[in-house]
């Protein structure tokens, strides 16, 4: 057993040798996730204490589960999980959908019209959503908002949308949508180029059309990197996203919004603000973790079964 062991290290020790430069280069990386993702998980146990800033981490007394009561008890308990479920789902089919669509149709033009159509589908990407948030006040603000204008032109009444909870679900989708779209894209795209031209000159020969091709051989080809985008966003199906949640709908000021873009980022940031829980807020979010990791191996188990190449692992 040592003898085997000391083989293994050896060999080990062999192989970093080899490729010291590499794991040089991968030295800056390691350090930014053991700093920003492994050394905090040691806050994990503040979600079992009744933390008070005095007595410290480590000080303060243990409560067991009751912190986490304060999310399951709460009336809005359903309303803002089931929120952040629908919207997640929502945002993963559509970026999905027209990201695969626009990725085919880059495909379809010249290399040079490429580039436009890239950074104008990708700047969106870098905006804040603090920036989106003036953008999207723009178009529905009730005294100068661009669209209320338009309905006016049209003979129609204006809205208060800040005031109104029915619409927000279409409008969170679209922005979301508009922001998310360019990664996806790229991503899409950069699988797409990948594949061999061999594949394309053949199905011509056969007589495909281009939906033909898109459905018979873009799609199936880059199927697996589809999976692997998909695994890791069904990950985050119960997290949510905050930025989008808390400042598009106005933020603080969006009361009568609530039952249509509430979710569990958003309610919790608010109980932490209003009563200083920090017990609560880490419960919350261990919670969120703990869900997203099962959903993560659930649906990598899922799509091994159907097909094991296209799984993560």
């Not at 019209?113 to 009730?142: E, G, M």
Request: hydrophobic share 50%; charged share 15%; with cysteine.
């Amino acid at each position: 057993m040592e003898k085997g062991l000391r083989k293994r290290i050896a060999s080990e020790w062999r192989h970093f040798k080899k490729n010291h430069e590499l794991f040089t280069l991968g030295i800056p990386g390691v350090l930014y996730i053991l700093i920003f993702s492994y050394l905090p998980m040691i806050g994990i146990i503040m979600a079992f204490k009744n933390f008070h800033y005095d007595k410290g981490i480590f000080g303060s007394e243990w409560t067991g589960f009751k912190n986490f009561e304060f999310f399951f008890v709460s009336e809005y308990a359903f309303r803002i999980t089931r929120n952040t479920v629908l919207y997640e789902i929502g945002y993963i089919f559509f970026t999905t959908v027209f990201a695969l669509l626009f990725a085919v149709l880059l495909n379809e033009i010249s290399r040079k019209a490429v580039k436009v159509y890239q950074t104008a589908l990708f700047l969106p990407h870098f905006l804040s959503w603090v920036v989106v948030y003036y953008i999207v006040f723009t178009l529905l603000d009730i005294n100068n908002g661009i669209l209320n204008k338009l309905l006016i032109a049209v003979g129609l009444e204006s809205h208060d949308w800040y005031m109104e909870s029915g619409p927000w679900p279409y409008i969170l989708n679209v922005v979301a949508l508009w922001k998310r779209i360019g990664f996806s894209a790229l991503v899409y795209y950069a699988g797409i180029i990948a594949i061999s031209p061999d594949y394309y000159e053949a199905a011509k020969i056969d007589g495909a059309t281009r939906f033909q091709i898109a459905r018979k051989v873009t799609i199936p080809m880059i199927m697996p990197l589809i999976m692997i985008l998909l695994i890791l966003a069904i990950g985050g199906l119960i997290s949510g996203d905050f930025g989008l949640h808390y400042f598009v709908p106005n933020g603080a000021l969006a009361g009568m919004t609530y039952p249509t873009t509430d979710i569990i980022d958003t309610y919790v940031y608010r109980a932490l603000t209003k009563i200083g829980d920090v017990g609560m807020a880490t419960a919350v979010g261990l919670f969120q973790s703990v869900v997203g990791l099962i959903l993560v191996l659930c649906a990598n188990l899922w799509v091994r079964k159907i097909n094991p190449d296209n799984s993560l692992w």
